[in-house]
């Protein structure tokens, strides 16, 4: 069954052009190809990402934050109490009056000291302004690094100033080794991301955490999806350039978190803005009517026939845009109410 579902999945009709299979994309006069197995080292890369984002954190981030002026809070532990810990898990986090006068008489104790134990237990929860501002700096640095790479990768190509430079040469453009470290950056980064979405901190940029969680899972598995297959089709050209418009936006928001969590009100607040300008000139116009443009409209000039991977590719950066839509919408309400509500 595995055979017949990796025959199916690697049918040419799917990825290649008409006279195109596999055989032609094996390396030879010059010509490098991306290879579907180099994306096996994404894991592995990913795991490295979090062990530099371990040492970022603690040995980086946290000296930062006191510069800052952000405080490491300590906060107090309950006692052990099996009994209460097994209700705070399957039953409630804010027991009625009745059931902690219950709790107490069950743990012979007074109602005071059960109030007291779950507020010290609800107060573990709340992750610390400290943790926040690493979670933030890991982000920004990798944002930053990255905008900053993929600028240096691409200001000195044709494609980045033309974009019908990135069918040029379509199927048979080789593969330059800054390509091929950008793009295992960048889907190890979301591997990480992904990894990681249960322990890191549960936002609610909507008011709903669950909704915020599934629109991340659903963005990071897009993202990988999206990479991994513009690799397997050999469409880097045009990959790069998605990753450097997504990156660009990214880490001015990051900054505006941290200088936020470290209470610099009016930094925060010019960064905000700034990150804001970006991501509706790079997510909202440049990506639909320049990125989108050259993969829905300017394919059929190369092709009379386009392939399957032409609606699947396109298909997902139709999800991410209507994410792009979604996180702008969330975007223009805060500046609303920074702008009249101050």
């Known amino acids: 069954i595995l055979k017949t579902l990796n025959s199916w999945f690697w049918w040419e009709n799917i990825w290649m052009p008409i ?12 010509l490098v190809f991306p290879k579907p197995h180099q994306l096996y ?3 592995p890369y990913a795991f490295v990402l979090l062990i ?22 300590r906060r107090v532990k309950p006692q052990p109490n099996p009994v209460l810990e097994s209700y705070f898990r399957e039953c409630s986090k804010h027991p009625s009056q009745s059931d902690i006068q219950g709790l107490a008489k069950k ?3 007074t109602v005071h000291l059960v109030e007291k134990w779950f507020r010290r237990r609800r107060n573990l929860e709340i992750p ?7 979670e933030a700096f890991w982000r920004f640095s990798f944002y930053l690094t990255s905008s900053i790479a993929g600028f240096m990768f691409l200001y000195d190509k044709p494609w980045f100033y033309d974009i019908w430079q990135t069918w040029v040469g379509y199927p048979f453009q080789t593969l ?37 969680f599934l629109a991340h899972v659903i963005h990071h598995l897009a993202a990988i999806g999206l990479m991994s297959g513009s690799w397997c089709g050999n469409y880097v050209r045009l990959g790069t350039l998605v990753m450097f418009v997504h990156d660009t936006a990214d880490f001015w928001l990051e900054a505006a978190k941290m200088f936020n969590y470290a209470r610099w009100e009016k930094t925060c607040n010019v960064l905000f803005i700034l990150f804001a300008v970006v991501f509706f000139i790079t997510r909202i116009i440049l ?24 609606f699947l ?18 975007i223009f309400k805060i500046l609303k109410r920074f702008i009249f509500l101050k």
């Open 107 to 109: 743990c012979n104790c």
């Open 52 to 73: 530099i984002r371990f040492f970022s954190e603690r040995f980086v981030a946290i000296p930062v934050a006191k510069a800052l002026g952000i405080k490491n809070v």
């Open 313 to 330: 590719f396109n298909g997902q950066l139709l999800i991410l845009q209507g994410l792009h839509l979604y996180w702008g919408y969330l």
């Open 128 to 134: 610390t302004v400290l943790r926040k501002f690493q």
């Open 176 to 212: 330059l080794p800054s390509q091929y470290w950008y793009y295992m950056a960048e889907i190890s980064f979301y591997w990480s991301l992904l990894f990681r979405l249960g322990i890191d901190i549960k936002r609610k940029a909507s008011g709903h955490a669950l909704t915020d």
């Open 19 to 30: 006279n195109c299979t596999w055989e032609h994309f094996v390396d030879r006069d010059g």
């Open 41 to 43: 080292a994404t894991i």
């Open 287 to 310: 990506f639909p009517f320049w990125i989108l443009r050259a993969t829905l409209y300017q394919p059929t000039y190369y092709s009379t026939t386009p392939v399957i991977a032409y």
